[in-house]
T-cell receptor
Framework: GAVVSQHPSWVICKSGTSVKIECRSL??????MFWYRQFPKQSLMLMAT?????????EQGVEKDKFLINHASLTLSTLTVTSAHPEDSSFYIC?????????????FGPGTRLTVL | DQQVKQNSPSLSVQEGRISILNCDYT??????FLWYKKYPAEGPTFLIS?????DKNEDGRFTVFLNKSAKHLSLHIVPSQPGDSAVYFC?????????????FGQGTRLTINP
């Protein structure tokens, strides 16, 4: 149990276009979903936290107009990178928890590698 | 400002021996710590956690030790197996940081040699 999927697993796009990444909890309802970004040989950096039906909470320094997060249901959250630029190229990983307690395990998706040309 | 640091980017251990992965943190408000394991092209998977009220937590071959005064935690794997080869991340959270926010270290790549 506790499987999280992401789609696509990798994407290449032209500069200026928008890219949507989906995160799904396959066998449980996710109270909260998280979006992380990882640069090569660096740690996972939390971008935003989202709860179903409410606006995402963005971390300091993350542009909410550039990284649009929609959490439409208890099993689906989407991250849209708008007007992507080469510096947005990164590995994006989502995670989800069953509960709202901070000791609830975060289950991670396999990640999406975005390359912006 | 790297609040959680894993200073060893890589570690190589002989199969059957003990693997010790280290993690240091700077924020004294952290009170819950976790270790995650990550294989290539997969998301991190939860291994073991420890609350700051404890100094040790054990689960099978995995033991996490917490030294609050030194702001240091370590993950011991014994005996090490080839399947343990992966990147290991430590992570920390605090009530003040927010409900479920995790701060991750940079990761340590563990290689178990047969």
């Amino acid at each position: 149990g506790a499987v999280v999927s992401q789609h696509p697993s990798w994407v290449i796009c032209k500069s200026g276009t928008s890219v949507k990444i989906e995160c799904r909890s396959l066998d449980f309802q996710a109270t909260t979903m998280f979006w992380y970004r990882q640069f090569p040989k660096q740690s996972l950096m939390l971008m935003a936290t989202s709860n179903e039906g409410s606006k995402a909470t963005y971390e300091q320094g993350v542009e909410k107009d550039k990284f649009l997060i929609n959490h439409a249901s208890l099993t689906l959250s989407t991250l849209t990178v708008t007007s992507a630029h080469p510096e947005d190229s990164s590995f994006y990983i989502c995670s989800a928890t069953r509960g709202a307690d901070r000791t609830d395990t975060q289950y991670f998706g396999p990640g999406t590698r975005l390359t912006v040309l | 400002d790297q609040q959680v640091k894993q200073n060893s980017p890589s570690l190589s251990v002989q199969e059957g021996r003990i693997s010790i992965l280290n993690c240091d943190y700077t924020n004294s408000m952290f009170d819950y710590f976790l270790w995650y394991k990550k294989y290539p092209a997969e998301g991190p998977t939860f291994l073991i956690s420890i609350s700051s009220i404890k100094d040790k937590n054990e689960d099978g071959r995995f033991t996490v030790f917490l030294n609050k005064s030194a702001k240091h935690l370590s993950l011991h794997i014994v005996p090490s197996q080839p399947g343990d080869s992966a990147v290991y991340f430590c992570a920390a959270s605090s009530r003040i940081q927010g409900a479920q926010k995790l701060v991750f270290g940079q990761g340590t790549r563990l290689t178990i040699n047969p």
